[in-house]
Structures are given as structure tokens and as C-alpha cells.
């Protein structure tokens, strides 16, 4: 297991960017795991919105896929997710997660064993 902290949540102007982190830390770096972020809003199931796997794979959701990139810092074990053309329908409480598994990157919840405390986004 590790610790995972978010920031960079805030709000934005529809088309405006905003950057995402994720601070990892415990015995194994992300490198060794499976990140994705996932987001939520109020009565509605959490979704999966990007991840990046060990070797560096990515997947997208469809509905951020040419807008999000999802990377990692490995020197500072952090993750990020970078939003670009920021949408209102993109507002949602942003969370990242890890996963010990290579098939992380269908972004199935239950696969996610360490979560963050979220972070929030709005675009309006």
C-alpha cells in the first residue's frame, strides 16, 4: 500500500487548463505500481478518467481522450494529470488511485487498492 495526497484542484474558465498531482510515498515507489485518476460528482458512480501502467501504457476515458495526459514523475514520485479545454461537464471531485496489477488499465475500481482524499475541480 501506499499514501496518496492530491492537489492542484480548483476553479477554471470552460477551455482553461489545469494540472493535477498526486504525492506517492511508502516503502515502493509508483513506478512499481498502476495509477489512475478517477473523479465523482455528487450521486453519481466514480468513473475512471485516465491511468498509466508500469511501462508507461496510458488509457483514456472516452470522453477526455485528446484533452487529459496522464504522466509520472518517477525522480519525485508524484503522478499528474494534465487537463486541457476544460468542459463544465468535466466537474467532479478528482481522485487518484493505485493498483499492484498490470490489467489497471480498464480502470475497473475494485482493481485500485490505495486511494487519495480527492481533490476538487470546477469548470464554470
Known amino acids: 500500500h501506499v499514501q496518496l495526497v492530491e492537489s492542484g484542484g480548483g476553479l477554471v474558465q470552460p477551455g482553461g487548463s489545469l494540472r493535477l498531482s498526486c504525492a506517492a510515498s511508502?516503502?515502493?515507489?509508483?513506478?512499481?505500481?498502476?495509477m489512475a485518476w478517477f473523479r465523482q460528482v455528487p450521486g453519481k458512480e466514480r468513473e475512471g478518467v485516465a491511468a498509466?501502467?508500469?511501462?508507461?501504457?496510458?488509457s483514456y476515458a472516452d470522453s477526455v481522450k485528446g484533452r487529459f495526459t496522464i504522466s509520472v514523475d518517477k525522480a519525485k514520485n508524484t503522478l499528474y494529470l494534465q487537463m486541457n479545454s476544460l468542459k463544465p461537464e468535466d466537474t467532479a471531485m478528482y481522485y487518484c488511485?493505485?493498483?499492484?496489477?498490470?490489467?489497471?488499465?480498464?480502470?475497473?475500481?475494485?482493481?485500485?487498492?490505495?486511494w487519495g482524499q480527492g481533490t476538487q475541480v470546477t469548470v464554470s
Open positions: 511508502g516503502r515502493y515507489t509508483i513506478q512499481n505500481y498502476c
Open positions: 498509466i501502467d508500469s511501462d508507461g501504457s496510458t
Open positions: 488511485a493505485s493498483a499492484r496489477t498490470s490489467a489497471c488499465l480498464i480502470m475497473t475500481i475494485s482493481r485500485y487498492q490505495d
